[in-house]
């Protein structure tokens, strides 16, 4: 989930079981939200995007979830894999106006042997 | 390559120099977006291109920072009179169109160290 100050959440899973990352973002009005992989010194690699018209979405190996409701958003990584460990943000956006991202500060998921 | 291009990876400079970091979108790619990433933090908006429309400054934290966007495709944020505050790593994402429901697509960063 989201974290104030320079401590990110941190998930640990067993390679091979589902991870569950989740994020609450901030404004009623976003429409269109993107999750994103970042490894270390590598940029935020795109994984899947969900528009507000739609409260599922699958990939592969990974599914997001969007609960308008109570402006909260999931991604579910299915068997995870060591490759999988990186920090994850979900991204979210206001398609009427504005043309930045707003990021959230993103969580750690450690993938165990 | 097919993806967002960002030189020098790495920049190492003393406070009070100027320095320019260059991002080469992905071909076609007519948006294009600077943010900064301290560590440990998300991403913070520094400034967006659409074509040949007027850029949005709005995240740039001072008029110390400034960037360009030449023939629609090669962009370069530089930064002057640098600061200790200015060392994060600035990415460079680029997307198809100027809706705000594109996916955008980053490069690897500038790793920026403020002496």
């Known amino acids: 989930g989201e974290s104030v100050g320079l401590h990110l959440p941190t998930l640990s899973v067993q390679e091979g079981d589902n991870s569950i990352i989740n994020c609450a973002y901030s404004?009623?009005?976003?429409?269109?939200f993107i999750w994103y992989k970042q490894e270390s010194g590598k940029g935020p690699q795109f994984i899947i995007d969900i528009r507000s018209n739609m409260d599922k979405r699958q990939g592969q190996r990974v599914t997001v979830l969007l609960n308008k409701t109570v402006k909260h958003l999931s991604l579910q990584i299915a068997a995870t894999q060591p490759g999988d460990s990186a920090v994850y943000f979900c991204?979210?956006?206001?398609?009427?106006?504005?043309?930045?991202?707003?990021f959230g500060s993103g969580t750690q998921l450690t993938v165990l042997p | 390559g097919a993806g967002v291009s960002q030189s020098p990876s790495n920049k190492v400079t003393e406070k009070g120099k100027d320095v320019e970091l260059r991002c080469d979108p992905i071909?076609?790619?007519?948006?294009l977006y600077w943010y900064r990433q301290s560590l440990g933090q998300g991403l913070e908006f520094l400034i967006y291109?659409?074509?040949?429309?007027?850029?949005?400054k709005s995240g740039l934290p001072s008029d110390r920072f400034s960037a360009e966007r030449t023939g629609g495709s090669v962009s370069t944020l530089t930064i002057q009179r640098t600061q200790q505050e200015d060392s994060a790593v600035y990415l460079c994402a680029s997307s198809l169109g100027s809706g705000g429901n594109q996916p955008q697509h980053f490069g690897d960063g500038t790793r920026l160290s403020i002496l």
């Open positions: 991204a979210e956006i206001y398609s009427g106006s504005a043309r930045q991202l707003t």
């Open positions: 291109f659409q074509g040949n429309s007027a850029p949005d």
């Open positions: 071909s076609g790619h007519t948006a």
């Open positions: 404004n009623s009005a976003s429409d269109y």
